[in-house]
């Protein structure tokens, strides 16, 4: 539940750059329409169309580095 609140947070701080955020109801309908979010949803797209392996190794890859710097 705490991630989900961080996530809601980040979200609506990036909302002041989209003028037609409109709250987490239509969530789905602007995914596709925001700029600023296409390197990591073409980095999560690559590792869901990825075999397992290459999956794993991409997710503990960038989670670890996010992490520890």
Sequence with gaps: IDELR???TQVHAMSHYNKFFNGFQDWSHMHDRVWY???PKSF?????AAGPFE????ISFSF??????
Excluded: G, I, K, P
Aim: hydrophobic residues 50%; without cysteine.
């Design 55 to 58: 999956f794993l190794l991409a």
């Design 44 to 48: 999560f797209e690559d590792a869901r």
């Design 64 to 69: 670890e580095y996010v992490l520890t710097n």
């Design 6 to 8: 961080h996530v809601q």
């Design 37 to 39: 979010l296409s390197v």
